[in-house]
């Protein structure tokens, strides 16, 4: 089963949420990260992510799995888009659940900074004063 992937569309949470729906599961934690409109200072007019697919994939896998060994969850689930992306749109969503809160949010927590961290997505930003800038993975 897939728990992480790339998406290169908008995609409804609903179904993803309902995915980790669990008789064990008594609590659930998401992050939704969406496309602002400043980074540093500097305003956003948009930007593209782009991926290193085979190796993304991979290795979010991996780090699913690691929140899995880790933490006393039920399961848990992450979606990152890829291409052009619009202020205000869905960039990232993690979704965790577990029997109890504070293993759900520890999860939460640990999944989308390693997915920032460690996964070869590169996000192209464009300024509003017509620069445009890479940046990876950390920003």
């Known amino acids: 089963m897939q728990r992480f992937c790339l998406a290169e569309a908008p995609f409804e949470i609903a ?8 008789a064990r599961a008594g609590a659930y934690a998401g992050f939704e990260g969406w496309v602002r409109d400043h980074n540093d200072g500097r305003g956003v007019q948009g930007l593209r992510y ?15 799995a690691e929140a899995l060994e880790r933490f006393a969850i039920v399961d848990a689930r992450c979606v990152h888009r890829v291409g052009e992306l619009a202020i205000g749109e869905l960039a990232i969503w993690v979704g965790v659940s577990a029997a109890h809160r504070d ?10 900074d390693e997915v920032k961290a460690r996964v070869p997505i590169w996000k192209h930003e464009r300024y509003a004063d017509g620069a445009a800038d890479w940046l990876h993975p950390d920003t």
């Open 15 to 22: 179904p993803l949420r309902a995915a980790l729906l669990d």
């Open 50 to 64: 782009q991926a290193y697919a085979a190796l993304a994939q991979a290795e979010g896998e991996r780090i699913l």
């Open 103 to 112: 293993a759900a949010f520890a999860a939460c927590r640990f999944v989308i």
